[in-house]
């Protein structure tokens, strides 16, 4: 578990460093125990990586940005990773698409349940092909309502990422994300006397009420994994 603060905020800026730092201090003279990290924007502007015990970034390329997913998310990682004087873990923070429920299209368009699919298998295929990242969150499990100020970006005033709507029906990219992560969690997750589990099983006992986000995040020993929810409100875990 790691103690995160703020999310795509003015850490680019010399104040919202100092901002930063301040509230990693904090953090640390309350729980010395625990490694912090932030949630950055993708850009390769970033003043707080050596206050970050591990490294966070948001990542939607084929989405908001226009560019091939291996590359891209490598030159990110990369460059985050020259900006800090030793080695840290590198986390996807967010990753994902938008799409409407229900909306079908055959050329695949923006906005359609085929493409937020074809987008989030080449996202998602490209951040666990790649040994050097710990982990990824994808962004999100669930359509909520935003703000009408979002109504120019964000059809029905949602925020369309999910992999099923608000009412919790499965778009297109429920299957692919469930068949990916149990994947690569059978490929490399064992419980300890040599038998593979699914990543449902990892989680078996869960009672989480409310969440916004589900990933996958690489354990520090090699052939271990771990799958986790990221929920405002929740039971065990």
């Known amino acids: 578990f790691t103690w995160g603060i703020l999310n795509e905020c003015a850490d680019n800026t010399p104040f919202g460093a100092s901002c930063y730092a301040a509230l990693f201090r904090l953090l640390r003279e309350l729980d010395p125990s625990r490694p912090v990290t932030t949630a950055m924007l ?64 055959m050329n695949h368009a923006k906005w359609s349940e085929e493409r937020q699919a074809d987008i989030l298998r080449e996202q998602l295929e490209a951040v666990l092909g790649n040994p050097h990242i710990a982990g990824v969150f994808l962004w999100q ?75 996958v995040v690489r354990h520090s020993r090699p052939g271990r994994v771990g799958a986790f929810y990221r929920a405002d409100s929740a039971g065990k875990l």
């Open 42 to 105: 993708s850009r390769q502007e970033s003043l707080v990586i050596p206050d970050c015990d591990l490294i966070s970034m948001n990542l939607y390329p084929c989405w908001s940005v226009d560019a091939d997913c291996d590359a891209y998310i490598e030159d990110m990682r990369a460059w985050a990773q020259s900006k800090s004087e030793a080695p840290k873990p590198y986390i996807v923070s967010e990753i994902g698409a938008g799409a409407i429920y229900g909306f079908h299209d």
């Open 141 to 215: 499990f669930a359509d909520c309502r935003v703000d009408d100020s979002w109504f120019g970006a964000r059809p029905k005033t949602q925020n369309n990422k999910g992999i099923v709507d608000a009412y919790r029906r499965p778009k297109l990219a429920w299957q692919v994300v469930k068949d990916i992560f149990n994947t690569f969690c059978e490929e490399q997750q064992y419980d300890g006397h040599g038998k593979t589990c699914s990543a449902a099983e990892m989680v078996s006992g869960c009672t989480v009420r409310h969440v916004y986000s589900l990933g």
